[in-house]
């Protein structure tokens, strides 16, 4: 699985369709996208118009809401892989651990929901499955009753994020479980201030300024992948921009390390906070 791979939430399929194809042509392997994001025909079509190597050398990702029936849950990643224009994705993620618009959603839900996961992957739909903003104990549900693991689970990390290691990605290392990121660079973040940001904030651009030709938002990925390329189960990031110089940008994080102290810096750091999470989901 890369490292880095191309979001695509909140775009429409226009935009989509746009970043996609920008990203494939930038030589990124990985898109995310998911039922709930309202854009796979755009995804899809990005992905047959501008992708240019063999369908088993990209990796697509994408979700199935939370709270479904297995049968809602088997029609809607029919509709993802009619959307996506795909026999099969490479990862099938079940988005969130509740049904936001449901009162009485739960763990029974949750844990039939994984079963129909496991049926889509056996009839070989998807080449793997996991989860998506999974606290501790959604993830203990899962592993009560899978007969296949999740093999990852995608939450909001970034710097800032404070908790979050210390919770979610400690369980996930616990059980085998991969740890991806997504809103690395803390998209949905509502900032205190200017300087919080991990684009052009005070404290990446100070760290940035140590390595030539570097950005904040560079030094806010590398953050997470060096992590990554430190402790194995530590899957990457999933940045997203419709720019094409700050999708190459998003990639060209391999050729330098970022100091033990400018990564203590970023670990310390108590801002931007993570969007209020779903770990109050019972």
Same mark, same amino acid.
């Given at each position: 699985m890369p490292l880095v791979g191309a979001g695509t939430w909140q775009y429409n399929d226009t935009i989509a369709y746009q970043s996609v194809c920008k990203a494939l042509q930038a030589g990124y392997t990985?898109?995310?996208?998911?039922?709930? +994001?309202?854009?796979?025909?755009?995804?899809g079509l990005a992905i047959k118009d501008c992708w240019q190597g063999r369908r088993e050398d990209l990796f697509v990702l994408t979700k199935v809401p939370g709270g479904l029936t297995p049968g809602e849950t088997t029609a809607m990643h029919y509709q993802n892989l009619w959307e996506l224009q795909l026999d099969y994705v490479d990862h099938l993620m079940?988005?969130?651990?509740?049904?936001?618009?449901?009162?009485?959603?739960?763990?029974? #839900?949750?844990?039939?929901?994984?079963?129909?996961?496991?049926?889509? +992957?056996?009839?070989?739909?998807t080449r793997s499955i996991g989860i998506s903003h999974y606290c501790a104990q959604h993830i203990d549900d899962i592993l009560e009753i899978?007969?296949?693991?999740?093999?990852?689970?995608?939450?909001? +990390?970034?710097?800032?994020?404070?908790?979050?290691d210390n919770n979610v990605m400690h369980k996930c290392a616990q059980e085998g479980i991969l740890f991806m990121s997504f809103s690395p660079l803390c998209g949905p973040c509502q900032l205190d201030s200017p300087d919080d940001s991990l684009v052009t904030g005070k404290l990446v651009t100070e760290i940035a300024s140590h390595y030539p030709n570097k950005t904040g938002a560079q030094v806010a990925l590398r953050f997470i992948?060096? #992590?990554?390329?430190?402790?194995?189960?530590?899957?990457?990031?999933?940045?997203?921009?419709?720019?094409?110089?700050?999708?190459?940008?998003?990639?060209?994080?391999?050729d330098f390390e970022l100091t033990q102290d400018d990564m203590a810096l970023?670990?310390?750091?108590?801002?931007?906070k993570p969007e209020p999470g779903d770990c109050a989901v019972p």
């Open positions: 990985m898109i995310d996208t998911a039922w709930g +994001y309202k854009n796979q025909v755009g995804v079940v988005h969130f651990p509740s049904d936001w618009e449901q009162e009485h959603t739960g763990k029974q #839900q949750r844990q039939d929901e994984w079963k129909a996961l496991e049926e889509l +992957y056996h009839s070989d739909k899978a007969k296949i693991k999740p093999t990852l689970n995608q939450v909001e +990390y970034h710097v800032g994020a404070k908790g979050v992948v060096q #992590q990554a390329l430190d402790r194995p189960m530590v899957a990457g990031v999933i940045p997203k921009s419709n720019n094409a110089q700050h999708i190459a940008q998003n990639m060209d994080i391999f970023l670990t310390a750091a108590q801002k931007p």
